[in-house]
């Protein structure tokens, strides 16, 4: 059943939220947009976007911080990430190249943007185990995050040139006499349309326009003498299309923006209730006529009445990775910050390695997060962060002394920086020392919903 | 080393004094080396204690304590700040510096001694000044301090007196007693074992003159000049008083197949000796053990160089960072595999004897391939001219190469040695085109008459630019560079080279026979050398601390740069094992250079 407020009505839905005495911009709500649009938020930060009010706590969300949480100046700090980046061997293990993401999600200062480019690799999803070039991945995570709240053209234009997508879909090489048809169907399965919103004519006639399209030495390349040059009908259009022009026949599609809208409502709004189609057309409306800058809909979404309704908090299952880089970055253990590798490792038990999705089709989400074996790996991972015994992730953290500086007493702290309204005062042992609060509530049920 | 100097004449006399104090100790042994059991569990000793404060305020070393970033900030600290103001505080009440005081404190002699009296530690420490009117003062004047502190706050007296046979005993706790016993200081870890002590001092110990292995320590401490100190530790009686020091018979098969001998000796050694010395341009540490009384086992008699043998000389091939040069006779310890190794570790062993079957034309391993090897075995590890390298790898490694003496008769297996080389490569280039890596391409050169077959990686292609487009960015290139495996045999030796470079370097140093040391294994580390390794991988480094251990950049390259000074400090370091048929010897020597 579908508790969603507004669903029949857009306009109240995505009308900018504003504080009243009944709705007030309040340290629920304020953590609530960290939770969701980045990976939770430390105490400072809470406190000072509820001083600052919902316009500019977005506002610095959308656009990023001046400084990393490293202390370095937003600029440095990207450079050095690019510089860790573009000396990625080839045969760079996974827990390398899954350390320098983890090591910029936990320190970075755009932790939207960072949301953002996760979002894009589960729905790009490719996976190192086949592709076997850490080199290749990591260009290809460049090349979602140049675009995670920027130009979906620009990034569905390029994805089809990208090596490892392409090693990832077997479609390294397509040749006139015998069209690779991998690429064109996951492009539309998976990445623009969504099932049942095209025919097997349609993936057919696109797998000629990519014919001539190959990775050779590990670069895109096209053989012009490989090139169907025939006419093609695709979607309804005819033409000699060649593969640059299948973005844009795609993009002119209604069901491409809704498709987009309706993963992105699941990934901020709820993944509980079913996307209500009143609400995903408008929302679509608008990214269409943005010319599909991703920014629209995600500002939209993170300004309205609907995503800062009390209603839709803990509608969504954290990923792994949400769950323990959130935990890391709201315990502020991030000067020095826990060892990459070991946190990649800790979020790969959990059940996220990044860079090795499951299958084209992503991580499943929502409630498979959440299962026995799961759950004692959170529960060892904050064990292990809030310890001393472990070396890489532990011995950061100060409980009692972080809540001190604070000025908070440990209690009321752990709570109101880690679930806030979810649980209430008296859930929570009152003569506990700090450290026990705090792995209390982060391994509590209500921690594991964002 | 520096002239030894006193605080005042009348303590230059009081230590001549007690030079020649009418107790009898042997000679240039500290005062109070009586008073200590001959055959207490731990016995450490020093001479010249203030050696250490001397080597430890030297300009080199504070030169190279400067350039560590942590030992800066801790002197900047407001904690070091703090410590050394209650230092100083103290000093000033002594009318002295805090140097000072520990020269006139301990300049005569430190003695630490743990005994196991009624199965509990009896802990002694005697510390003999060498201004015994110093020590008087400073007593008095810190156990001042401590009663009026006391009274200041309205607590009792904590200091408890007591006389025994004239001499005033003070205790602050149960587990702290001393007392001022012919002008030296004694610090006891128990009333009860303090009038032991004193009882010693005034009546002189039982049990009669030390025994040898005391004696002889003592002797060679005093023969040294740079001796900081020398300990000896009763293995017999640690054994006996907690069995996790026993080693058992049975441990891990790669310890036993590598120090077999020597965990034999420690197995059932009476006593272990240590002794550290500092001079001015090396740091130096030193461990005996005896030999098994019975002697070694027979098994493990086939570790030990027979007379005239020993591990063979070092190679020093230009840009050398380290050498292992050991004496190991594999074929006659194959011969006695199963009493050393466990029945999986045999069953291993069998795999590789079927292996080396394959490769060695039905050779069988023991009699076949190590009884043709010989018993001189090397490893160099050598910087490369990075700069010469194509492609040039973005991490740097350095080459090694191993060095096996061969039978000299037996032209056979040198055959047969360079044709498994050339099947390795091939079962390589079978791996590398299942992972899509590149394959390695043979070749051969000749230098001084040496065939040499090299092999080195296919270099990556970047792409040619596309007119109008700009050239693709170059990818890092991976670390197999590093590697361009080579093999050669000069005379009858045999050597496996990771890099075509250090093989080429090695013919004419392999020219001439290896002649044998005195030592069964010689360890030796180019400090200077690494250092310059971790130079030039330094933003490597950099960014894999910073994500291995969650640093930041300043703290990262800290860190680095602390490695980089310690490397530099030790110069060089060699580490030599010597079995002889009494005793089982460790040295360890540290040249010291300077941080920069």
Not at chain 1, 42 to 64: C, I, M, N, Q, Y
Not at chain 2, 245 to 253: G, H, L, R, V, W
Not at chain 2, 342 to 359: M, N, R, V
Not at chain 2, 526 to 536: S, T
Request: aromatic share 8%; hydrophobic share 45%.
């Amino acid at each position: 059943m579908n508790s969603l407020p507004h669903q029949s009505d857009p306009a109240r839905a995505w009308a900018p939220y504003e504080p009243s005495a009944r709705d007030p911009w309040d340290l629920a709500r304020v953590a609530h947009l960290h939770r969701r649009a980045g990976f939770a938020a430390d105490w400072s930060t809470l406190v000072r976007d509820r001083e600052a009010g919902p316009k500019a706590a977005v506002d610095r969300l959308l656009d990023g911080e001046s400084h990393a949480r490293d202390g370095q100046t937003a600029s440095d700090f990207d450079a050095l990430l690019a510089a860790m980046g573009s000396r990625l061997a080839p045969g760079a293990n996974a827990s390398v190249i899954q350390g320098i993401w983890l090591y910029r999600m936990v320190l970075t200062p755009h932790p939207l943007r960072e949301r953002m480019t996760l979002f894009w690799h589960d729905h790009f999803a490719t996976s190192l185990n086949k592709v076997g070039n850490a080199a290749l991945m990591q260009r290809q995570n460049d090349l979602l995050r140049s675009q995670a709240i920027g130009d979906f053209k620009a990034m569905l234009a390029a994805i089809g040139k990208d090596p490892a997508m392409l090693i990832w879909l077997d479609s390294t090489s397509n040749k006139k006499a015998k069209p690779n048809e991998n690429y064109a169907r996951e492009v539309m399965e998976l990445f623009a349309l969504g099932r049942g919103r095209y025919s097997e004519k349609d993936i057919q006639e696109a797998a000629r326009a990519f014919t001539g399209w190959f990775v050779i030495r590990d670069r895109w390349s096209e053989i012009p003498s490989q090139h169907d040059d025939g006419p093609k009908t695709v979607l309804g259009k005819t033409g000699r299309f060649r593969g640059e022009d299948i973005p844009a026949i795609l993009l002119e599609q209604e069901a491409c923006a809704e498709f987009l809208c309706e993963k992105l409502f699941r990934l901020f709004v709820s993944e509980v209730d079913p996307a209500p189609p009143a609400l995903v057309k408008a929302l679509a409306k608008r990214f269409r006529e943005s010319g599909y800058a991703i920014r629209v809909p995600v500002e939209t979404i993170l300004r309205s009445n609907l995503f800062h309704d009390a209603s839709v908090r803990r509608r969504r299952v954290k990923s792994p990775v949400e769950y323990a880089v959130g935990t890391v970055r709201a315990l502020e253990a991030t000067k020095p910050t826990v060892s990459a590798p070991a946190l990649a490792d800790a979020c790969s038990r959990m059940g996220q390695g990044l860079y090795t999705p499951p299958s084209v089709a992503g991580w499943d989400g929502g409630p498979s997060w959440i299962n026995t074996t799961a759950m004692l790996h959170r529960t060892n991972f904050i064990l292990a962060l809030l310890g001393k015994d472990d070396e890489a992730l532990g011995g950061r953290i100060d409980p009692a002394a972080l809540a001190e500086r604070h000025g908070v007493a440990p209690l009321e702290f752990y709570r109101d920086l880690l679930v806030q309204d979810a649980l209430a005062p008296a859930a929570l042992p009152t003569k506990t020392d700090a450290r026990e609060l705090a792995v209390l509530v982060a391994a509590s049920p209500e921690y594991q919903l964002a | 080393m520096k002239p030894r100097r006193f605080a005042s004449p009348l303590a230059a006399l009081a230590l001549f004094a007690s030079t020649i104090s009418p107790l009898a100790r042997a000679a240039d042994a500290p005062l109070g080396v009586d008073w200590v059991s001959n055959d207490a569990l731990v016995h450490v000793e020093s001479a010249r204690p203030t050696l250490l404060l001397d080597r430890f305020l030297s300009p080199s070393f504070q030169a190279y304590l400067g350039a560590i970033p942590q030992y800066k900030r801790y002197i900047e600290s407001a904690e070091f700040k703090q410590q050394s103001a209650q230092i100083e505080f103290v000093a000033t009440l002594l009318d002295t510096t805090w140097e000072r005081a520990i020269r006139d404190l301990a300049g005569g002699g430190l003695i630490l001694s743990a005994e196991v009296v009624d199965g509990k530690p009896a802990v002694t420490l005697i510390l003999t000044p060498s201004d015994p009117a110093f020590l008087a003062k400073a007593h008095t004047k810190l156990l001042d301090l401590a009663r009026a502190d006391a009274k200041g706050k309205g607590n009792p007296d904590p200091i408890k007196t007591a006389d025994h046979r004239g001499i005033t005993g003070y205790s602050v706790s149960s587990e702290e007693a001393h007392a001022i016993v012919r002008d030296a200081l004694v610090i006891t870890n128990s009333p009860k074992h303090l009038k032991t002590v004193i009882d010693r001092a005034l009546d002189g110990k039982p049990g009669g003159a030390p025994p040898r292995e005391l004696t002889d320590r003592r002797i060679q401490a005093k023969s040294n000049t740079d001796t900081i100190a020398w300990g000896l530790v009763r293995l017999e009686k640690l054994r006996a008083l907690d069995p996790k020091f026993a080693i058992p018979e049975k441990i891990d098969p790669g310890a036993t197949f590598l120090f077999g001998p020597w965990l034999e000796a420690a197995r059932k050694a009476p006593w272990a000796s240590a002794a550290i010395r500092w001079g001015d341009v090396a740091m130096t540490a030193e461990v005996e053990l005896p030999a098994p009384r019975d002697g070694y086992s027979d098994t493990y008699r086939r570790y030990l160089p027979k007379p005239g043998q020993g591990a063979p000389q070092l190679l020093a091939p230009k840009g050398v960072i380290g050498n292992f040069s050991l004496w190991r006779d594999l074929a006659s310890i194959w011969e006695v595999r199963a009493e050393i190794f466990p029945p999986e570790a045999l069953q291993g062993l069998a795999q590789l004897d079927s292996f080396a079957g394959q490769f060695f034309g039905g050779r069988e391993f023991g009699s076949g391939v190590l009884a043709s090897l010989g018993t001189n075995w090397r490893l160099v590890v050598a910087e490369q001219d990075y700069a010469k390298m194509s492609p040039v790898p973005d991490i740097k490694l350095p080459a090694f190469a191993l060095v096996i003496d061969t039978a000299p008769d037996d032209e056979e297996f040198a055959q047969r040695l360079r044709v498994a080389f050339q099947s390795f490569v091939g079962l390589a280039n079978l791996g590398a085109a299942q992972e899509k890596a590149p394959p390695l391409e043979s070749g051969s050169e000749t230098v001084d008459g040496v065939t040499i077959l090299t092999t080195h990686f296919l270099s990556p292609k970047a792409p040619a630019a596309k007119p109008g487009e700009p050239a693709a960015q170059p990818e890092p290139v991976h670390q197999r560079h590093n590697f361009t495996p080579s093999a050669m045999q000069v005379g009858n030796t045999f050597v496996l080279s990771s890099s075509i470079g250090l093989a080429r370097d090695l013919v004419p140093l392999l020219k001439t026979p290896a002649k044998s040391m005195t030592e069964t294994a010689i360890l030796d580390v180019d400090g200077r050398a690494l250092a310059r390794l971790v130079e030039i991988n330094k933003s490597r480094l950099v960014m894999q601390n910073m994500l291995e251990k969650g640093n930041d950049r300043a703290k990262a390259e800290s860190e680095i740069g602390f490695l980089e000074a310690v490397l530099r400090y030790f110069s060089h370091a060699t580490m030599t094992a010597s079995d002889a048929n009494e005793s089982l010897r460790f040295f360890l020597k540290v040249d010291l250079g300077t941080a920069k």
